[in-house]
C-alpha cells in the first residue's frame, strides 16, 4: 500500500478519491491523524509503520477484502472501521497525504521535545507581554500622541507581570465551566466571572504605581470622592465588558464559520487551486489575527479609555456619549490606529500558537503519566 514519499505525482484526485476523503473524515469533521493516533508531522514512513504494527494485531487487510465480499452484511460500527482503513490508504499515499494536509492546514509541536515546548512557550510569553501592553497604552494615548507609550512602556512591562497571578488564578475555574457548559458558553461565563481580573490587569500597565493595587481594586465599587459603595460603577463597566465579550464572541464565532465552511468546499473540490488557497488563507493565523484585529479595534479603545475614565469620575461615564467624546476630541483614526491594531495582530498570533502549546504540553504529561503506570 505504501508509496515512494517522494513522489512528484500532481494527477488530480478522481471523483471516487474524493468521495473517499470525504466519507473517512465524515465531511471534514474528523482528523484523520487522530482517527489512527498519529502525530500530524509523521511522514509517510511513519504511517506505513504504524500500520503494519496495528494490522498484525487487528487484520485491516482481511476486514477490509472480508467488506467487498458480494454477501457480506454490514455491521455497527463498520463505518468507523471503513474510515480508519480509508484512513491508513490516504495517509500512506504521498500525493492523497499533501492533499490532505493542505486540507487541514494543521500546526502544533508533536514532533518537538517537551522542553522545546516549555522554553518556546516562556518566549511567547514574553512576546506576549511585549504586544499585550503596546496594544493597551496605544489604545489610551490621547490625540494620536504615543508620548505615553514611549515614556511609560518599560514601567509598564514591568508591572504587567504583577497581574500574572491573577490571569493564572482563573485557570482552575476553566475545567469546571467546561466540563458544565459548551465551550464557547464557557469562555464567556468565565470572563464575566472574572471581570474584576479583566478590569485589574489594565489598569496595573496604565496607572501603577500613581494608584497602588488597593486602590485599582476599589475602584470598581468605590466612588473616588465619597469613598462610598457605588454600584453603578461596577454596573456600567461590566455592561460594557459584557457587550464586549459577546462581541468578540460574535467574530471568533464568524471566523470559524467562514474557516469550516471555505474548508468544507475545498473538500468537495480537492483539485481546485482557488479553494486551496482560499482554505490556505481562512486557516491561516495572520488572517484571522488581522480581520479580528481591525474589527475589535474600535471596541477595545471604547473599553481601555472607559476604565480609565470611570476611576477617575464620581460615576461612570454614560457610553454613548463616552465613544462620541472620543471620535470628536481624537477623531475616527483613533478606532482604527495601525499601531495598535498591529500590536494587536501580534498579540492574537502568540495567543493562538499558547492555546497549542498548552494543549501539546498537557498531551505530553497525560502520555507520560500513561507509561509510568
Known sequence: MAQNENNNDTTPLSREEIDDFIFATDEGKINLYKLIDISPTSSVADVVSHYRILNREYKYDLIERGM???NYTYQEGDDLLLRVILAFKILMDPRKKAKYDSLIQSFDYCGKSSTFKLLFYASLFLVGRVCDVTYCLSDIAMNGSYKL?????KQSFISSFRGVPFTWSRIPCQDMFYSVLPENMADIMESLVFYPTSYFIP????VYPSYS???ILKSLILDPETKQLSWTRFYY????FAVRQFYLLGI?????LLRDKVKNRY???LNSKFWQISNRICSSFLFKSLVFSVLMSPIQVVFHQYQISAMTHKTAPNVGTFIKSIYYGQGLSKFFSPFSIIAAIGTNIVYYHNIILVDSI???LKSSMKDDE
Open 237 to 240: 463597566g461590566f455592561t460594557v
Open 203 to 206: 489598569m496595573l500597565l496604565t
Open 252 to 256: 471568533e464565532e464568524s471566523l470559524n
Open 68 to 70: 467487498k465480499q458480494e
Open 213 to 215: 493595587v488597593m486602590s
Open 362 to 364: 498537557r498531551d505530553d
Open 267 to 269: 473538500l468537495h473540490n
Open 149 to 153: 507609550l514611549k515614556d511609560t512602556f
